[in-house]
């Protein structure tokens, strides 16, 4: 996809303002591109191009992009006013959000896991639980009290658990206060768990967002460069349908897709060994074809697995059985943001 994006922005070069003008990208006429599989977004930015100019420049370059090889959709649109200003966040390399189509697919639990993968090989990783109506990460990872200040008194200090710095709303409120965060509450709060948490210098950092698609995707896309997104998703047809609209929305958004996690996509059966499915099959693989967007992994259902979950002892603690699963994603993930590198270099 990443090659495609840069043959996209190749052509769009080519497009020259005026005589002896600049071409569309380096005027700035184009905010970004993303490709999810053969669907092109060419976002345009208003702020550098005439008023009235957007409709007859996305007339003008269509045609131009969906002569290229791969390309099968093209959609010219002007970037949302609101990403604009979003910002990267000092000492953290990249952010990179959780999000799934449908609660109960097991989203969480794997953020967690992910996470404590990744530290485990050596890499610096933060976890923010972003589930505003169900922070669940500090009992996935054990933790219990509440979130202090730090010895400057200008920031909160991030909770740590097998390896992982983690914020959650969890920590900040009595445990039966419910949360109710809406609209401007969230424009306004969200922020501050990025920016009022002393997280350090951090390869990664791991954002477990909400299911479906709500006001908090959207501050979160808003207020911070993310480097991408990987969707969780059960084989389900009905979960498939919630996960694509989820990929349409941070296409719009300027955010690409890192790939798909099918979780519990079969149980094996200990007693005959056949492994038989649970909520569906081929879905993922359906959306995978459909979109273009790799997957990462497909996850066997494991009653351990949850187990572990509420004793607050994340599987991905052992680098084999149950947790082997966790390390090849996470090694995934690590390679296509080479994380690695920075490792090896010993920085």
Known sequence: MQELEERVLDELRRVQLGVDGPDLVSAGQVYDVVATGGAVRILLDPENM????????????????????????VVVKPRPRSIAKRQSLPG??????????????????????????????????????????GPSVPTLL????????????????????????MMSLGLLL???????????????????????????????????????????????????ALSG????????????D???????????????SLGLVENMAGFSCRKCGETRTLFGNGGTDE?????????????????GIALDA?????????????????HDLARKISDRLKLSERIERGL
């Open 92 to 133: 953290i390399r990249h952010v990179v959000g959780i999000h799934s189509g449908k609660g109960g697919v097991g989203k969480s639990t794997l953020t967690v896991n992910l996470a404590v993968a990744l530290a485990e090989q050596g890499v610096a990783v933060g976890l923010l639980d972003a589930d505003v109506y």
């Open 229 to 240: 997104v990987i969707t969780v998703t059960a084989p389900g047809q009905v979960s498939i």
């Open 174 to 224: 009595p445990g039966e206060q419910a949360l109710i965060w809406r609209g401007s509450l969230i424009d306004e709060g969200l922020p501050q768990l990025f920016s009022d948490i002393a997280w350090g210098d951090l390869d990664i950092l791991l954002v477990d967002l909400p299911p479906g698609t709500s006001d908090v995707h959207l501050a979160v896309a808003r207020y911070v």
């Open 50 to 73: 005439p008023d009235g100019a957007q409709a007859s420049l996305a007339e003008a370059i269509a045609p131009l992009v969906e002569t290229l090889p791969g390309v099968e959709r």
């Open 310 to 326: 509420d004793n607050g002892y994340p599987t991905a603690k052992a680098s084999k059985g149950r947790g082997a699963c966790f």
């Open 287 to 303: 959306l995978s074809a459909m979109t273009g967007v790799p997957i990462l992994a497909s996850l066997p259902f494991a009653p």
């Open 142 to 165: 054990g933790v219990e009290g509440r979130a202090e200040i730090t010895e400057a008194g200008s920031r909160i200090e991030p909770k740590e658990a097998f390896g992982v710095r």
């Open 242 to 256: 919630d996960v694509r609209r989820g990929l349409e929305m941070f296409a719009d958004l300027a955010v690409p």
